[in-house]
Nanobody, 115 residues
Framework: QVQLVESGGGSVQPGGSLRLSCKASGFQFPINVMGWYRQAAGKQRDLVGTITGRGKTEYVDSVKGRFTISRDNTQNTLYLEMNSLRPEDTADYYC?????????WGQGTRVTVSS
């Protein structure tokens, strides 16, 4: 079955960086569009960005220029490099298979940006 395991979250100060990972299994990772989402406390889960199997990326405006999504299809792993972090980036971060309904979710990884 589909499994998605996110890791790499933590607490950082504003302006700091983190790299999140998502280890995928149970499906053909290399051919699927993958997405990163985030959910702040008390809010809905929102899209951060997506990446095609060939590495084409798209991002929401709020993270453009700061976040980078990449993937290693040989390791079935998705990454989210986050730079210039802001307090408003504080959230639980999730990866998913973008065009699957319902979307599968892992346990998420928490990112806290605070001074």
């Amino acid at each position: 079955q589909v499994q998605l395991v996110e890791s790499g979250g933590g607490s950082v100060q504003p302006g700091g960086s983190l790299r999140l990972s998502c280890k995928a299994s149970g499906f053909q990772f290399p051919i699927n569009v993958m997405g990163w989402y985030r959910q702040a406390a008390g809010k809905q889960r929102d899209l951060v960005g997506t990446i095609t199997g060939r590495g084409k990326t798209e991002y929401v405006d709020s993270v453009k220029g700061r976040f980078t999504i990449s993937r290693d299809n040989t390791q079935n792993t998705l990454y989210l490099e986050m730079n210039s972090l802001r307090p408003e980036d504080t959230a639980d971060y999730y990866c998913t298979i973008e065009f699957l309904t319902p979307k599968p979710w892992g346990q998420g990884t928490r990112v806290t940006v605070s001074s």
